[in-house]
């Protein structure tokens, strides 16, 4: 069965580095998603994404934070300067309907990110 | 904007008894609960979902029902097995918006 996949799976950084998270979506999928979950705490919506550009974002994905899709497989998120409040779990999801009823999100292993 | 709210934060229960997960959501247009199973350190995994003209799925050990006049839907395990044990989170979503999750409740099914 076809799986969301993100590399690394641990990232270490100094606080003001830039960073990126990697994301392969499931192939035929059109909607990609970023998530963050800090520990203990809830899964939160970061930022969608659709045909090239960000369908939606939350008040979280703040100017520090972006997103790209640099081949037909990859989907990104950058950080361009971390803080602290940056560590979190960073998930990615993909679904090939968007955000219609019924949609199917599949995340991938995730990210954890640990800014010091 | 919607807000979810779960309850309880923790739960244990015996093997083979029923484990119950409430969710409330504020927005009456959200018209799409999913529920995911999170196991420690992997990532969430969908287990049933309803929406908003069902009253009620099964799926095997697993129930979800909603109430949309009270705004809240439940979901139900019975016969738990240690293997049920993981972070459930609800989640709500009004009509072509994403994604509002609860905060999660923390089943441990003890042998």
């Known amino acids: 069965e076809p799986e969301v996949t993100q590399t690394p799976s641990h990232q270490v950084t100094q606080m003001g580095q830039e960073v990126i998270l990697r994301c392969v979506p499931i192939s035929n999928h059109l909607y990609f998603y970023w998530y963050r979950q800090i520990l203990g705490q809830k899964v939160e919506f970061l930022v969608s994404f659709y045909n090239n550009e960000i369908s939606e974002k939350s008040e979280i994905f703040d100017d520090q934070f972006s997103v790209e899709r640099p081949d037909g497989s990859n989907f990104t998120l950058k950080i361009r300067s971390t803080k602290l409040e940056d560590s979190a779990m960073y998930f990615c999801a993909s679904s090939n309907s968007g955000p219609t009823v019924g949609e199917t999100q599949y995340f991938g292993p995730g990210t954890r990110l640990l800014v010091l | ?111």
């Open chain 2, 1 to 111: 904007g919607e807000n979810v709210e779960q309850h309880p934060s923790t739960l244990s229960v015996q093997e083979g008894d029923s484990a119950v997960i409430k969710c409330t959501y504020s927005d009456s247009a959200s018209n799409y609960f999913p529920w995911y199973k999170q196991e420690l350190g992997k990532r969430p995994q969908l287990i049933i979902d309803i929406r908003s003209n069902v009253g009620e799925k099964k799926d095997q050990r697993i129930a979800v029902t909603l109430n949309k006049t009270a705004k809240h839907f439940s979901l139900h395990i019975t016969e738990t097995q240690p293997e049920d044990s993981a972070v459930y989170f609800c989640a709500a979503r009004p009509w072509g918006q994403n994604f509002v999750f609860g905060p999660g409740t923390r089943l441990s099914v003890l042998p």
